[in-house]
């Protein structure tokens, strides 16, 4: 079976401070995994897929195969970066994904 | 064009009611996917086709049927829907790739209420 844990229901920093959302995963084989974003009011963004390595917007993940974690980090946070983030994971040949139950931030001014 | 359409963006209507919610893509994707979300949890995984054919039906109540009439449009036929019912309708496209990521691309989705 296949689970994501994002144990911040809700997190608050300040404008200019550093942010991590955490994201756990429990799988047996090698996961796929995304951030996606959801501003108020818009629609499920893709923010960030391990495969790609990327930074968007500021944000970067590091898939941790040892501690099955993809925690996503900003090193500043802006108050644009105020939404709800869910993690989730595709196992495999499997066509779903199984999101996180997701973490609402607020970046204070 | 790089996004997933759906139509309405907002529906009322009563529990003796027949609807449809309908989504449409242009992006060559092979697979669609119907979710239904409330208000700040995550979405949850109604259906899925995979080259026009449903693949994953994950126990849905029969008052949701869904249809893929061809590889851009995927509908949702909604009939005597209970209130709780209510919730944020999205719809997903991926590109079906043997290896590698498929990457989900989701709609705005449509606002349910059922009354």
């Known amino acids: 079976a296949q689970r994501v844990t994002q144990p911040e229901k809700l997190l608050s920093v300040f404008k200019g401070a550093p942010v991590e959302l955490k994201c756990n995963y429990s799988?047996?084989?090698?996961?796929?995994l995304f951030w996606y974003v959801q501003y108020s009011r818009q629609r499920l963004q893709l923010l960030l897929r391990?495969?790609s390595r990327e930074s968007i917007k500021g944000f970067t993940a590091d898939l941790n195969k040892g501690e099955t974690s993809f925690h996503l980090k900003k090193p500043f946070a802006q108050e644009e970066d105020s939404a709800m983030y869910y993690c989730?994971?595709?196992?495999?040949?499997?066509?779903?994904?199984?999101f996180g139950s997701g973490t609402q931030l607020t970046v204070l001014p | 064009d790089t996004e997933v359409t759906q139509t309405p963006k907002h529906l009322v209507m009563g529990m003796t009611n027949k609807k449809s919610l309908k989504c449409e893509q242009h992006?060559?994707?092979?697979?669609m996917y119907w979710y239904k979300q409330k208000a700040k949890k995550p979405p949850e995984l109604m259906f899925v086709?995979?080259?026009?054919?449903?693949?994953i039906n994950e126990s849905v109540p029969s008052r949701f049927s869904p249809e893929c009439p061809n590889s851009s449009l995927l509908n949702l036929h909604l009939h005597a829907l209970q209130p709780e019912d209510s919730a944020l309708y999205l719809c997903?496209?991926?590109?079906?790739?043997?290896?590698?990521?498929?990457?989900?691309?989701f709609g705005p989705g449509t606002r349910l209420l059922v009354l």
């Open positions: 997903a496209s991926s590109a079906v790739v043997e290896t590698g990521t498929e990457t989900q691309y």
């Open positions: 799988y047996s084989g090698s996961p796929e």
């Open positions: 391990h495969i």
């Open positions: 989730a994971l595709r196992g495999g040949s499997a066509r779903q994904l199984t």
């Open positions: 992006m060559g994707h092979r697979a």
């Open positions: 086709y995979s080259y026009e054919k449903l693949s």
